[in-house]
């Protein structure tokens, strides 16, 4: 076994650190005070976060492993094997699946796997689930989340006539409901080898009991732990640190997913095909590898940080963001965008994504998607047609490139986008002695468009301190995710805060017995028709007013931020 340094711990190790939430939840200190920082200083912050994903050594106090600790590697490297072996079978299959940005990684994994496998003229044998169907890659589709029942059910179907399954369920938090059905209906059934990817500790998983269902997402982990030793399930759950937006798992549990995954697809991969050994060194070659990508990424921090600035300016000028990017990392640019609308109370129009060749490009199970509404119109087509003609210079445009795309099409639209607009800017990578690989390159992209994005929705006063205060509610992690927040920021019990949170989101002075006795699921869907909920609550518990009250008072400031902040300093 390989040995680890010793380091200090982190704070929020600590068990005296908010104890009563899993590291998925808990408020990174480095953030604490994201709200009132300048560009630079945000960018500063999310690079100190991100660090933590490679953190190395181990703590005796710590309960917690992480990313480059042995045990994870060699985890990483019988998942690899398993990986090869399943390559070499007949009539097998890959499956990954998750939810939100989980569920986003999984396709593009999934994708980018079949196409290597294409090129070495191998049968494509990967797919991905992602809860709400492939709407879901591009919009926020949260309620499907919330049911075992619905993932065990696409599950069986996907795996139908296959002989052996190697199923990849991803869960950040270890908590999506959707995720603990398929491992449960994995576990129970020969044909599959279940596999958990998440950030924390198995103790930490959600314990909450889920509707019509017997188990929980705890339940069910310790379930697969107890298998893990025969290697009839594996449990790939390193601790990678509070995210640097309290909860918000599109960053580095997004990340970690990607760099994780990819690792084990790959060796395996290339062990199959290619006869390469897998080992721990190799695993852990490659995960510095993606270090050598954070630090070459946040080398160039000043830039990040006017993009943020342009993009902030934008947003708080009522303009837009575009993100227009090429092959994956068009992808990479439409899931960043997509996720602001769940994460930070955004319009679907503030931050947008576009990729050259739309659907064709994207290669998602379910086809062109164009017809569902103007989210899906995601061809650069669509851009040069729609936005092009109402583009000002209050939008900032980015372009997402390589050396590899063809450089003749990027300058011809940079032209037509010139004609209207000098907010133009591009992120584009080179090839360092040609060994900068794919991967890296959408690693980097993703690191700086969740600076951007984040960054944006900072200074337009969409996060206090580090929690997204405006974040909607609709599902159940989010909705237990709000009340802690209004308890975090008032001194008002659980009950108190649910309460105001129940009036906020079905707008009534006094709850009824029909409100009180309907399910979360119930509440999460009214929730997803309103506005600024979490801070009407916070308005109602801070000033004991009414919820008409709250509102009204809401509406004197544009800038949540603002509004907080004044009402928090009410006495
Ligand atoms: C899944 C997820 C997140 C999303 C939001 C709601 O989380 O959909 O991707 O940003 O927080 O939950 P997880 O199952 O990966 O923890």
New binding site residues.
């Given amino acids: 076994m390989l040995e680890a340094p010793k380091t200090e711990m982190r704070q929020w190790e600590l068990s005296s650190f908010e104890p009563s939430l899993p590291v ?1 939840e808990k408020s990174n200190p480095i953030t604490r005070d994201i709200d009132r920082a300048n560009t630079e200083q945000i960018v500063h912050m999310l690079e100190e976060c991100d660090k933590e994903l490679f953190e190395e050594g181990w703590h005796t106090d710590s309960v917690y492993k992480r990313l480059k600790n042995p045990s994870v590697i060699q985890t990483m490297v019988d998942l690899a094997k398993n990986v090869e072996s399943i390559l070499k079978e007949p009539n097998s299959l890959i499956i990954m699946s ?5 569920g986003r990684i999984a396709f593009l994994l999934a994708t980018s796997f079949n196409s290597m496998l294409k090129d070495l003229q191998q049968k494509e044998i990967c797919s991905y689930i992602i809860a709400g169907g492939d709407m879901a890659l591009l919009t926020s589709q ?1 309620a499907p ?1 919330d049911s075992p029942i619905l993932g065990a059910d696409i599950l069986d179907k996907a795996r139908e006539g296959k002989k052996h399954v190697l199923f990849i369920g ?4 270890l ?2 409901p959707f ?1 603990a059905g398929q491992l449960d209906f994995c576990l129970n059934c020969d044909v599959f080898t279940p596999v958990l990817i998440g950030f924390n500790p198995v103790h930490m998983a959600r314990a909450e009991p889920i509707r019509d269902w017997p188990l929980n997402f705890k339940r069910v982990a310790e379930k697969m732990m107890e298998k893990q030793d025969s290697q009839k399930a594996f449990i790939l759950n390193p601790a990678v640190g509070p995210e640097a937006i309290s ?1 918000s ?2 960053m580095k ?1 997004g990340s970690a997913t990607k760099m994780l995954l990819e690792t084990v697809l790959w060796a395996g991969l290339n062990a199959a095909y290619n006869r390469r050994e897998i080992t721990p060194a190799a695993m852990l070659a490659q995960i510095k590898m993606y270090e050598r990508a954070h630090e070459f990424t946040y080398s160039q921090r000043e830039k990040i940080a006017v993009l943020v600035e342009k993009a902030g300016l934008s947003l708080k000028g009522k303009g837009h963001v575009y993100y227009v990017g090429w092959k994956t990392l068009g992808i990479i640019g439409i899931i960043d965008a997509s ?1 602001c609308v ?2 930070f109370g955004a319009g679907s129009e503030d931050i947008r994504g576009f990729i050259y060749n739309g659907f064709q490009e994207m290669k998602n199970e379910e086809g062109d998607l164009s017809s569902m509404g103007s989210q899906f119109r995601i061809d650069h087509r669509d851009f040069v047609n729609v936005i092009l003609p109402t583009l000002s210079k209050h939008d900032t445009v980015i372009f997402l490139f390589t050396v590899n795309d063809d450089l003749n099409e990027v300058k011809e639209l940079a032209s037509q986008v010139k004609g209207k607009t000098s907010n133009l800017h591009a992120l584009t990578h080179d090839c360092v002695g040609n060994s900068v690989p794919n991967q890296q390159w959408e690693i980097s992209t993703k690191w700086s468009l969740n600076a951007i994005s984040t960054g944006a929705h900072i200074l337009k006063g969409k996060v206090y301190r580090n929690y997204m205060i405006d974040l909607k509610v609709t ?1 159940s ?2 909705y237990r995710r709000a009340i802690h927040i209004l308890q975090c920021f008032t001194s008002c019990s659980m009950v108190q805060c649910e309460t105001a949170l129940l009036k906020a989101v079905y707008d009534v002075e006094e709850l009824t017995t029909e409100i009180i006795s309907a399910d979360v699921s119930k509440h999460t869907e009214v929730a997803n028709t309103r506005d600024r909920v979490i801070p009407t609550a916070l308005v109602m518990l801070q000033c004991g007013c009414s919820v008409k009250e709250a509102r009204s008072r809401l509406n004197n400031y544009s800038v949540v931020r603002d509004a907080v902040d004044s009402l928090l300093s009410v006495k």
């Fill in positions: 998925t998750g939810c939100g940005t989980s949260e989340e991803i869960s950040c938090g908590s999506a995720v909860g798992s599109r549990g996720e769940p994460t599902n992690k989010l």
